[in-house]
């Protein structure tokens, strides 16, 4: 795959820039100068009317209120403290030219400590971002993950269509949120795998029924002793990509954590701010306290339910059912894979003869899983130093 071009992905200019509205600053600026400009009354002034008022009650017998009207305080007057019209134009000058004149953002990295410092500014101007060839490029593409997991068909046109597009429009690929949904064992993490291999793009597996999942997709605070970025984060900034492929597992077993305070942290409430496209624009991490547009992700979710999903990520995400794997799909994956794997004919051929025969005699279904092991085994076998 090919890389070009450089697509903004620390925000840091955006965070600290300043926004200013010429209105309210022309109000602060007014406010402030009336209080420069304002001279309350000496200490000695308000004595002297404190007495007098004291005087008139004790010899004539006044009331509060007679006393107050005879003797008020110093007035305000409004020329005092209201600002002249030099001083005015003084105001609106510099609200207009703070407002829409180019302000010197703050330095985004002088909270931030020196070694990761330095792993940001290398990306201030961009990431680049593995981009397809061409429609023909994504056909054949399609065409090789279907001969080798037919099965997959329907998350395999999914990817198809992103990829055509992809090339069409001349963009970054990007694979819209979808979530793969069947029976456990059918290789659905392993397609997502091979597509991210197939596309030469970084890949990224979170288990979601892990407690701390949470933690690993978004990262961790400052203030924590394990405080750490989350790892898309982490990947991104290591194979510097903007455009990974994040495989979430076991979607319907997310669950959440509580802290010894009580605060609940929900798997499904951090995906949620990745998954959103209007988060993920500028999603802030909580480690670095700083906005990148985490928007070019690739989600494969995948699930062996929906009953127990959160309605706001189903929302948010296609849902492709898949059906089960055959035993004439197991066979065919596994005389494929052997050939890969370099084994020979006479190893292939007993692995395919254990795919057909062993539901029987385990007295379950083979799964993906259960292929995979029977080829590691017969290379392991073949491989075997001879004893003499």
């Given amino acids: 795959m090919s890389t070009k071009d ?11 820039k300043p926004k200013y509205d010429e209105k309210e ?9 009336q209080k420069l400009c304002f001279t309350p009354p000496s200490q000695e002034d308000l ?13 004539r017998g006044a009331s509060d209120e007679q006393a107050a009207f005879s003797h008020p305080f110093p007035p305000l007057h409004a020329s005092e403290i209201l600002p002249r019209m030099r001083d005015e134009e003084r105001i609106a000058r510099r609200a207009k030219r703070l407002a829409h004149g180019k302000t010197v953002p703050l330095d985004p990295f002088a909270d931030l400590r ?49 990829l055509r597009r992809a090339a069409r429009l001349g963009e970054p690929i990007v694979l819209r949120p979808v979530i793969l949904n069947g029976p456990w064992g059918i290789g659905k993490s392993a397609w997502a795998r091979r597509l991210a291999k197939r596309l030469s793009m970084p890949s990224i597996e979170i288990d979601a029924s892990k407690s701390a999942a949470g933690f690993a997709l978004t990262g961790l605070e400052r203030g924590w002793g394990s405080a750490q970025a989350g790892r898309p984060l982490e990947v991104i900034l290591q194979r510097r990509l903007i455009n990974p ?10 669950g959440s954590a509580t802290s010894g305070k009580g605060t609940r942290f929900s798997f499904s409430d951090a995906l949620l701010s990745l998954l959103e496209p209007a988060t993920a624009k500028h999603w802030e991490c909580p480690m670095y306290r700083l906005p990148f547009d985490m928007s070019r992700i690739s989600w494969v979710l995948t699930s062996n339910q929906t009953a127990t999903i959160e309605p706001a990520v189903l929302n948010r995400c296609q849902v492709i059912d898949l059906p089960d794997v055959t035993a004439d799909d197991l066979v065919r994956f596994a005389r494929r894979q052997g050939v890969v794997m370099g084994l020979d004919q006479a190893a292939i051929d007993a692995v395919a003869e254990a795919v057909l025969r062993g539901p029987a005699m385990a007295r379950r279904r083979f799964s993906l899983r259960d292929v995979i092991r029977l080829l590691e085994r017969a290379e392991t076998l073949q491989h075997k130093p001879v004893l003499h």
């Fill in 114 to 162: 020196k070694e990761e410092a330095e792993k940001l500014k290398p990306i201030q101007d961009g990431l680049p971002a593995v981009m397809p060839e061409d429609e023909h490029w994504a056909d054949e593409i399609a065409a090789a993950l279907h001969d080798e997991m037919p099965w997959m068909g329907p998350a395999t046109e999914h990817a198809w269509h992103a």
């Fill in 25 to 33: 600053l022309i109000a602060r600026f007014t406010r402030h100068l």
């Fill in 6 to 16: 450089l697509y903004p992905f620390l925000l840091a200019e955006q965070a600290t």
């Fill in 245 to 254: 492929l994040c495989v979430v597992d076991e979607l319907c077993k997310a």
């Fill in 47 to 59: 004595q002297k009317v404190l007495d007098a008022r004291t005087a008139l009650k004790e010899t």
